[in-house]
C-alpha cells in the first residue's frame, strides 16, 4: 500500500497523543491517580508535548479545565459540555476561551481547582508559543509531502494540526450525548461511548469516570476495556509510578449508605 508511512504516522501520532492526553494530563495530572519521581515526570512532560506538537496542551490549563468540568459537569459553569451547544465547534471555541484564560495565567481560577499539575515553565512557554506551533505543523507537512500518493490524504492534516483538542472535542461533545449509562444516579448527561475504546484511550467512560472520579481503571463492567489502564499496571509493576490507595471502580455501585471512597476527585 503505498500510503503506509503516512497511515502509520497518522495512527501513531493519534495513539501518542491520546495516551498522553489520558495518562499524564488527565489522569496524572488533573487528578493524581498515582505518583511518579521528578525525573519521569519530565519524562512524561516532554513526551507530552512531542507527542501533540502543535496541538500541544499544557498541564495546568488541562487540569484547571477539567476540575471545573467534573464540579460543574453539564451545568452551566461547565467549560465544555454539549448540552449549551448546537455544535462541536461552538463548545471548543468556548473551551479554548476559557482554557487560554488559564494557560497564558490571564485569569485566575477557584483556590481548590489550583495546584498539584506538573509544572515546567520554560517547557509550557515553547509548547504555546506560535513560531514553535507553526513549526511542528510545517514539519507534518513536510512529512505528508514526502510521502502522500493520493491527494484526499492531506485532509488529515488539520487533524494533527490540532490533535490534542480533536480528542478534546470527541470525548466531551461524544461521551455526553452517545452512548449508555452504567450510573443513572450521576447527576449529568455522562455516557459511555464506546465498549472498548480504542479511539481515546478510555475517556470516553464518562458516564463510569463521573460516578468514581479516583478509579485509574475506567472500565466498569466485564466487557468494557479500558486499554490505557493495562499500561499504567506495568508502570506501577517496573517502579515508574507508584498508585494511591486505588478507588476501584464497581458495577453495580454500592446500595446508598453502604461503604463507598469518594468520587469527586478534583485535585
Do not use: C
Request: net charge neutral; no cysteine.
Amino acid at each position: 500500500m503505498a500510503n503506509w508511512p503516512i497511515l502509520a504516522f497518522f495512527a501513531v501520532h493519534w495513539q501518542l497523543s491520546v495516551f498522553v492526553q489520558t495518562f499524564f494530563l488527565h489522569r496524572y495530572g488533573a487528578h493524581r491517580m498515582f505518583t511518579m519521581s521528578h525525573g519521569w515526570e519530565r519524562f512524561f512532560h516532554l513526551l507530552t508535548y512531542v507527542s501533540q506538537g502543535s496541538g500541544y496542551l499544557s498541564p495546568r490549563g488541562y487540569a484547571i479545565l477539567h476540575r471545573m468540568h467534573h464540579a460543574f459537569s453539564d451545568t452551566e459553569k461547565d467549560p465544555h459540555s454539549p448540552i449549551f451547544h448546537t455544535n462541536a465547534m461552538a463548545m471548543m471555541l468556548k473551551t479554548k476561551h476559557i482554557y487560554d484564560g488559564f494557560a497564558y495565567g490571564k485569569v485566575q481560577p477557584e483556590p481548590r481547582f489550583e495546584g498539584g499539575y506538573p509544572e515546567w515553565d520554560a517547557l509550557d512557554k515553547l509548547g504555546q508559543n506560535w513560531f514553535a506551533r507553526i513549526g511542528w505543523g510545517a514539519a507534518y507537512v513536510l512529512f505528508y509531502m514526502a510521502f502522500v500518493q493520493d491527494m484526499w490524504l492531506y485532509a488529515l492534516l488539520p487533524v494533527h494540526f490540532i490533535m490534542g483538542p480533536v480528542h478534546g472535542a470527541i470525548v466531551n461533545w461524544g461521551g455526553h450525548k452517545y452512548g449508555y449509562r452504567n450510573y443513572d444516579d450521576v447527576p449529568d448527561v455522562s455516557v459511555n461511548s464506546l465498549p472498548f475504546d480504542f479511539l481515546t484511550g478510555g475517556e470516553l467512560f464518562q458516564n463510569n469516570h463521573h460516578k468514581f472520579g479516583a478509579s485509574v481503571n475506567f472500565a466498569a463492567r466485564k466487557w468494557e476495556l479500558d486499554p490505557t489502564y493495562p499500561v499504567i499496571r506495568v508502570l506501577a509493576a517496573v517502579g515508574i509510578i507508584t498508585l494511591k490507595n486505588e478507588q476501584k471502580m464497581r458495577y453495580p455501585a454500592p446500595a446508598q449508605g453502604a461503604s463507598e471512597a469518594p468520587t469527586a476527585a478534583v485535585a
